[in-house]
Antibody, heavy 116, light 107 residues
Framework: EVHLLESGGGLVEPGGSLRLSCEAS????????MNWVRQAPGKGLEWVST????????FYADSVRGRFSIGRDNSKNAVSLHMYSLGEDDTALYYC?????????WGQGTLVTVSS | DIQMTQFPSTLSASVGDRVTITCRAS??????LAWYQQKPGKAPNLLIY???NLESGVPSRFSGTGSGTEFTLTISSLQPDDSATYYC?????????FGQGTRVEIK
């Protein structure tokens, strides 16, 4: 069974930085693309970023490109999201998600709140 | 970017009703479309992939059709457990994009 456990969320001031982590189990991590998807309070889903299985290809939403950086460590079955220059619009529940095409397994999310 | 337009935004139906949600893409996405169900306080759950393929474990009352720019998700006989918000998502190209969501309520 796929299990994805996010961590690293919290309260951060505007302009600040945060690093999210996701520990994966139950599947062959090194063969799997991984994603981050976020959901602002009371709003819909927004795809944030994707990293290929090898880590050689990364993709970002326009809203975060240049401020967020996705990474992975296949030796630790972990994916991360480094977030910089955070603004109030980045306040959301951030989900770690498995899948290259359809997003077939989701973690429970970690909440990021950007506020002064 | 490919825009995904979903409608209606909300629908209310009775148990046993047939329910249809529509998702329209601003450009052709062939069949690269997924549908998700999200219940309050929970993570989304994949229902349908590649427009019409039922994910393992999903009840057969859910079905998906369409290709190109027009897609539908149908619940053949609405059940109380189907009260949720449903999202479509294209994965034809980056950036991946979701529809705005359809909230399904049980009368």
């Amino acid at each position: 069974e796929v299990h994805l456990l996010e961590s690293g969320g919290g309260l951060v001031e505007p302009g600040g930085s945060l690093r999210l982590s996701c520990e994966a189990s139950g599947f062959t991590f090194s063969s799997s693309a991984m994603n981050w998807v976020r959901q602002a309070p009371g709003k819909g889903l927004e795809w944030v970023s994707t990293i290929s299985a090898s880590g050689g290809a990364t993709f970002y939403a326009d809203s975060v490109r240049g401020r967020f950086s996705i990474g992975r460590d296949n030796s630790k079955n972990a994916v991360s999201l480094h977030m910089y220059s955070l603004g109030e619009d980045d306040t959301a529940l951030y989900y770690c998600v498995h899948g290259w095409n359809a997003l077939d397994s989701w973690g429970q999310g970690t909440l990021v709140t950007v506020s002064s | 970017d490919i825009q995904m337009t979903q409608f209606p935004s909300t629908l209310s139906a009775s148990v046993g009703d047939r329910v249809t949600i529509t998702c329209r893409a601003s450009l052709s996405i062939e069949s690269w479309l997924a549908w998700y169900q999200q219940k309050p306080g929970k993570a989304p759950n994949l229902l349908i992939y590649k427009a019409s393929n039922l994910e393992s474990g999903v009840p057969s009352r859910f079905s998906g059709t369409g290709s190109g720019t027009e897609f539908t998700l149908t619940i053949s006989s609405l059940q109380p457990d189907d009260s949720a918000t449903y999202y479509c998502q294209q994965y034809n190209s980056y950036p991946r994009t979701f529809g705005q969501g359809t909230r399904v309520e049980i009368k």
